[in-house]
Structure formats: C-alpha cells, structure tokens
C-alpha cells in the first residue's frame, strides 16, 4: 500500500490583519470562510472516512494569546483529525491594529539555526498550552525550510518534516534534497515527506495542491503513485483554500476538485490509505519515486480551468 497523507495547513492570514480586520472577522473568514473552511472540510473527510493532517499555526498568539490558537484546534481535535505544527515567522513581532507595518520576517529560512529553533520551541508549546498533543510532524509556511530548519526540528525531538517541495526549489523550499525527490528520505535525522510533484511539461514541476491540480490531474497522480508503487503520497490544501481570496464566498472550481478528492481517495483506501503522522506508519524510505509525467492535453485543460477560476470563480459574489 501507498499510505497518503492529506494535510491541510491552517493558519490565520496575514492579508486579513493587514485589512485590519476585527480578530473574530479574521478567524472566520482564514477558518471558515464562506462555510468551506476548516469545519466543511472535517465534514467531507468524516462523511469519507479519510484521515488528515492539519498543520496549525499558533504564531499568531505573540498577538492575540493561545485563546485565538485554541479557537482554531478546537474543532479539529473534537473531530478526532491529528494537529502538527506549521509556523510562518512574520508574527513574530507583530501587533494588532497596526495594518502589519510590525512583523517579523516572512520566510523561516531567513533567520539563523539558534533564532528557527527558538521560534519552533515557542511555537510547539504553544500549541500544547491549546490543548494538542505534543507535534512530531512540521511544515514551514510556504515551504520555508532549509538543512538548519531540520536540525533544529531534531533537536526538539521531531520525527517528520514536509517542507520539501519541488516546485518551490531551492527557494524558499531549500533542503539539500533533489527538486524531484518525492518519496519519503531520512534526512539529517528525520524522515522528509516531501510534497508530491507531477511535471506539468517536461522539466517543470506542479505540486499536489487543490487549488494547483485538476481533478483530472489529481486522479492521474493518485493512480500513478498506486501503479508504481511509491512510497507515499504527500497532498497539500489550506483551511482557506476552497473560497475566495476575500474569504467571503466560495470558489466553485475548487470546492469541486476537494470533493472529488475526497471520493477518489475514499475509493482508492484499499491502496491508498490516508494516514496520521501521530501513527507513525510504517514508511519504504529511500526509494526513486518519479513524479507523474507530462501530458500536453491534461495540462491545457488544467489552465483553461485555471482561467475560468480566477476569472470568475475567484470573483463570485
């Protein structure tokens, strides 16, 4: 079997402090915006029987306190869904009110070793005062890791990191790690997860994201990495994800493409099982996975689809 892990990274957004929007309107619509954040999603993995990863970011309780944090897990743990840890820097240092003129830097590979781990300890405990159990999986914000990043994490005691993705090599993905590497490695002392890539054309890598695939393009991945027997299976979606930029209605291509996920995986269980990082699976590491191919006609559809999102989905009222 392919065990897939099916993480949503799930964070308060930095667009909506910067608006200066109230806290609670900033929970809502980085949460659940337009009903099909977080709570939707739990729905559809529950209504499937799917498990899931939600990478949480608890910087934002350097301005708001681990209660804001603690509105965020809630759900998600009385769901029964695993929390590990996410974490984007640029809270560090923030205030409320303040239209994010104060941050910290924006990208985790910025700062030396002894300021990361520094920042993961805080963030980790953080995540704990909110009631989660201890994290052993983390993600950068926006992929954000390097060789120092995975030092740090082991010296906390991790076991996985999923910061590794190919598209976004070497920066601000820059682990000493081929683009290309998709299936589980260890690491300097953890297993890396990387996202799954497929080639979009050939020498140029897409990662597995709701808002980056197509249905087609996810389906075709999914089988691939079950025909070849990969590994594993890294997927990557975002608690805002499924609506508008806004947070205030919902994008119809991208609400579709997450259900259908949903029902492709939930088909698939019998070689493709969702999986916990909590459970520590049993992972074939060091294997030469190979991202899925190039099809010119696939990928066509996919831009075309691409268009219409942004064009008119993005701008629903």
Same mark, same amino acid.
């Given at each position: 079997?392919?065990?897939?892990?099916?993480?949503?990274?799930?964070?308060?957004?930095w667009?909506?402090?910067?608006?200066?929007?109230?806290?609670?309107e900033?929970?809502?619509r980085s949460?659940?915006?337009?009903?099909v954040?977080?709570?939707?999603?739990?729905?559809? @993995?529950?209504?499937?029987?799917?498990?899931?990863?939600f990478?949480?970011? !608890?910087? !934002?309780?350097?301005?708001?306190?681990?209660?804001?944090?603690?509105?965020?897990?809630?759900?998600?743990?009385?769901?029964?869904?695993?929390?590990?840890?996410?974490?984007?820097?640029?809270?560090?240092?923030?205030?409320?009110?303040?239209?994010?003129?104060?941050?910290?830097v924006?990208?985790?590979?910025?700062?030396?070793?002894p300021?990361q781990?520094?920042?993961?300890?805080?963030?980790?405990?953080?995540?704990?005062?909110a009631g989660?159990?201890?994290?052993?999986?983390?993600?950068?914000?926006?992929?954000?890791?390097?060789?120092?990043?995975?030092?740090?994490?082991?010296?906390?005691?991790?076991?996985?990191?999923?910061?590794?993705?190919?598209s976004?090599?070497?920066?601000?993905?820059?682990?000493s790690?081929?683009?290309?590497?998709i299936a589980p490695?260890?690491?300097?002392?953890l297993?890396e997860c !990387?996202?799954?890539?497929?080639?979009?054309?050939?020498?140029?890598?897409?990662?597995f994201?709701i808002?980056?695939?197509?249905v087609?393009?996810?389906?075709?991945? @999914?089988?691939?990495?079950?025909?070849?027997?990969?590994?594993?299976?890294?997927?990557?979606?975002?608690?805002?994800?499924?609506?508008?930029?806004?947070?205030?209605?919902?994008?119809?291509?991208?609400?579709?493409?997450f259900?259908a996920?949903?029902a492709?995986?939930?088909?698939?269980?019998?070689?493709? !099982?969702?999986?916990?990082?909590?459970?520590?699976?049993?992972?074939?590491?060091?294997?030469n996975?190979?991202?899925?191919?190039?099809?010119? @006609?696939?990928?066509?559809?996919? $831009?075309?689809?691409?268009?219409?999102?942004?064009?008119v989905?993005? $701008?629903?009222?």
């Amino acid at each position: 079997m392919t065990p897939v892990f099916l993480t949503v990274d799930t964070e308060l957004m930095w667009r909506h402090h910067a608006a200066r929007l109230p806290l609670a309107e900033q929970v809502a619509r980085s949460i659940d915006p337009a009903g099909v954040g977080v709570g939707y999603q739990l729905r559809m @993995l529950a209504e499937h029987g799917l498990k899931a990863c939600f990478f949480v970011d !608890p910087m !934002p309780a350097a301005v708001h306190s681990v209660d804001v944090v603690k509105r965020i897990v809630d759900p998600i743990l009385v769901a029964g869904q695993e929390v590990q840890l996410h974490l984007h820097p640029n809270w560090q240092g923030a205030a409320a009110g303040d239209g994010g003129a104060a941050h910290g830097v924006f990208e985790l590979v910025d700062l030396p070793r002894p300021e990361q781990q520094a920042l993961l300890a805080q963030a980790a405990e953080w995540l704990v005062a909110a009631g989660c159990e201890a994290p052993v999986a983390f993600r950068a914000g926006s992929y954000a890791a390097n060789d120092d990043t995975i030092d740090a994490l082991a010296a906390l005691g991790f076991t996985y990191d999923s910061s590794h993705n190919g598209s976004a090599h070497p920066w601000p993905s820059g682990l000493s790690l081929s683009a290309t590497q998709i299936a589980p490695v260890s690491h300097r002392g953890l297993i890396e997860c !990387p996202v799954t890539l497929i080639e979009e054309a050939p020498g140029r890598l897409r990662h597995f994201q709701i808002c980056a695939l197509s249905v087609a393009e996810m389906r075709a991945a @999914l089988d691939h990495a079950a025909a070849a027997d990969h590994a594993a299976v890294t997927i990557v979606s975002h608690g805002f994800e499924l609506a508008t930029r806004s947070g205030t209605s919902a994008n119809a291509v991208h609400v579709r493409r997450f259900e259908a996920l949903c029902a492709m995986l939930a088909e698939r269980r019998a070689v493709l !099982p969702t999986a916990w990082y909590r459970d520590r699976p049993a992972l074939r590491l060091e294997q030469n996975d190979r991202p899925l191919g190039a099809d010119r @006609l696939r990928t066509a559809r996919r $831009r075309a689809e691409q268009l219409w999102s942004n064009l008119v989905a993005e $701008r629903a009222a």
